[in-house]
């Protein structure tokens, strides 16, 4: 990009999946690969921005050296490190498949399998979007993501504004949109709930949208 409309702006995205560990060799996760969140952290330092991606397991990595990753594990240590980077960061983007729950102990050993089930007890864990989202200061924008199976626009507007959310992009699973794509199609959704949607694109052009979403509707001026 020849502008630069992040220049000057630190932007902190969230992406991949988190792993919440039962015992030494088990955890719980997801299907994310992190490449939605990659792309948005490679686009806005190409947009000239400081970029930090808190970035949870996954093989993938932001080709842009200029992106700063930190790595996590767990949604706890994700969050962590969020609450670490808020304060100085004008645009947060959630792009991470965050578990909702962990383990409430985690088993020293490897659990021994024996006759009959298994039960697993699980505790909510912190939600980093509704926090950044109900501390923000007027001039930080927080941006979510929400990935729907069902009544999506719906649940979409409810978590935009439970989470206190200036957009939200809601997307879904699908043979070629969500979870481990290449390409993905979303629907933004800004606090008037208006809907943009954007048409099956790679998942650069639609980092690429967003930013400028961002950049021309939401950014104080
Ligand atoms: O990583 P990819 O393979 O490229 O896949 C991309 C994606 C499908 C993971 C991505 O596009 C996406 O939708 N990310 C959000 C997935 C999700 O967990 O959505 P949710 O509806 O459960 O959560 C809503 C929002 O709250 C998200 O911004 C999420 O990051 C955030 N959240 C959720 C729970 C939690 N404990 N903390 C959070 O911050």
Redesign the pocket.
Known sequence: LSLSPLKDKTVLI???PTHEPIDPVRFIGN???????ISLAETAAEMGAKVNLVLGPTPLRPTNADVNVISVET?VHMHQECEKLFSLTDISI???????YRPKKVADQKIKKADGGLHIDLIK??????DLGNKKSATQVVV?????TENGIENAIG?LHK?NCDLI?L?S?SFNT????DT?EVTLINRKEEQITLGLKS?QDIAKDILLHITDHLLPK
């Open positions: 969230t992406a991949g299907h994310s690969s992190g490449k939605m969140g949604a959630m792009a991470a498949a965050v578990a909702d864990n912190p939600d980093i979007l509704f979510g993501f929400a990935l729907e978590k989470k992009v997307n699973p969500g979870f481990g794509k993905n998942k």
